[in-house]
């Protein structure tokens, strides 16, 4: 085994940060499964209550777009808790592989798809799902009841630093390679 350059610690670091982030989305999508109708421990009152504007002022004027129709709900809630299972489990194999194959700067780079990937899963929860269709379709800025901005843009916030830092692992060890970053994919 040789020395440890700094990319090559910076690729075992980041590739703990993408377990972290996989164990975020993990545990978010295995306590929604085990517990799916609790309404004071589970999610599935939150959704029903963001679709069907329960929380929303009556004169908003936005009451055309409220769903109440529990199938809808249901199917919404179903891909909500699919897409961060999904997210976290695709995020657990880029992480797995980044711990595998950091000794080369070119296998850890090309593991990392599976972070990109696992990335834009989550940002498609989180940033579209819960920003743009419930927070600003649903008006879920407006819901005095049911209002998850603040924890989706603290998602957002490190699902993109996760991203931002993986892409500049990639960058810098591509560009700077030391001696023990030899391809041994």
């Known amino acids: ?101 950091a000794g080369s700067a070119p296998a850890w780079a090309h593991a990392q798809r599976w972070t990109y990937v696992g990335g834009i899963l989550g940002l498609t929860v989180f940033m579209f799902g819960f920003m743009v269709i419930g927070g600003n379709w649903f008006v879920m800025y407006l819901n005095s009841k049911y209002n998850g901005l603040e924890p989706a843009s603290q998602n957002i916030v490190f699902t993109l630093g996760m991203l931002i830092l993986v892409t500049g692992v990639v960058i810098g060890s591509s560009i700077t390679r030391s001696e023990d970053d030899v391809d041994r994919a």
């Open 1 to 101: 085994m040789g020395s440890w350059s700094v990319w090559r610690t910076a690729r075992v670091v980041t590739s703990l940060f993408v377990l972290m982030v996989a164990s975020y989305y993990l545990v978010v999508g295995f306590d929604n499964i085990t517990n799916p109708t609790n309404p004071n421990a589970s999610n599935w009152p939150f959704v029903e209550g963001v679709l069907s504007g329960d929380g929303v002022p009556a004169d908003s004027g936005f009451e055309w777009r409220f769903i109440d129709a529990t199938w809808f709900h249901a199917i919404s809630y179903i891909g909500i808790i699919t897409m961060e299972t999904v997210t976290g489990i695709v995020l657990l194999i880029a992480g797995i592989l980044g711990l595998r194959r």
